[in-house]
């Protein structure tokens, strides 16, 4: 497990550094911490192709590349990764919904409220059991993680699948079988013709979804409502 600390203030990075040492060491964890004194070389980690963190502990308010920024560029690239803003004020708060931020540690609350949100974050970066979709493709069995999924896109009797690596899969079967199968693990049928992986939205807009590719797909009137229903449900 693979740990970013972002702070543009010594010993608050020192601090955290030691506490997600000590913590990784009591949970019976193998994990390294690197830390960033700004958010810009961390991005640049990230558009290198070495950005393979699990979780970055960000600062919002740094002086050159704010956490806000860093979080938006860093989130182009890994839609997974989790982050947790670390902030003087409460009045940033809401801005981790654009970036999908997992929780946030007051700084002034630190010393308590450290071991809670850690937690938190371990039991979810720990979970156990992930998601795959099987599907026979000729002579072949394909298992895909759904996590790697950007939505399913129904072609008469043919389902092609499009991959966040921009692979493409197809194979024959009805959406709405496919939909009753991924329904609970956040995919959502925006359209007739589309079933997509609500946790890869980027943002919203009447008759259509911008998906963290940059590719736009079509939304139903009808299915409006469910479509942003799922999208704010996926940024818990």
């Given amino acids: 497990m693979k740990i970013a600390v972002c702070d543009d203030e010594k010993e608050i990075r020192e601090y955290l550094a030691r506490r997600v040492t000590d913590a990784l060491a009591a949970a019976d964890l193998d994990g390294s911490v690197e830390c960033f004194s700004d958010g ?32 938006k560029r860093i989130r182009e690239l890994d839609a997974d990764v989790m982050i947790v803003f670390v902030t003087a004020s409460a009045e940033y708060v809401f801005s981790g919904y654009e970036v999908r931020a997992f929780r946030y540690i007051l700084k002034p609350e630190l ?7 850690f937690r938190d974050c371990l039991k979810e970066l720990t979970k156990s059991g992930e998601v ?36 493409e899969y197809s194979f024959y079967s009805k959406l709405d079988k496919v939909e009753a199968e991924l329904k609970k693990n956040d ?50």
């Avoid at 599907?135 to 991959?163: A, H, M, P, W």
């Fill in 132 to 167: 795959h979709f099987s599907f026979q493709t000729g002579n072949q069995t394909v298992s895909l993680n759904i996590k790697d999924i950007l939505y399913f896109e129904s072609d008469r009797r043919k389902i092609i699948i499009k991959c966040s690596s921009d692979k």
């Fill in 40 to 71: 810009e070389p961390l991005v640049q980690r990230y558009m290198s192709g070495n950005g393979d963190f699990s979780l970055i502990l960000l600062d919002i308010t740094m002086k050159n590349c704010d956490g806000l920024t860093a979080a």
């Fill in 187 to 236: 995919f959502v049928r925006c359209h007739q013709s589309f079933l997509i992986n609500a946790k890869k939205i980027s943002s919203l807009k009447q008759g259509e979804v911008m998906l963290i590719n940059g590719e736009t797909v079509p939304i139903s009137k009808h299915r409006a409502k469910e479509t942003n229903e799922a999208f704010l449900w996926a940024l818990r």
């Fill in 111 to 117: 010393k308590n409220g450290f071991e809670g949100v």
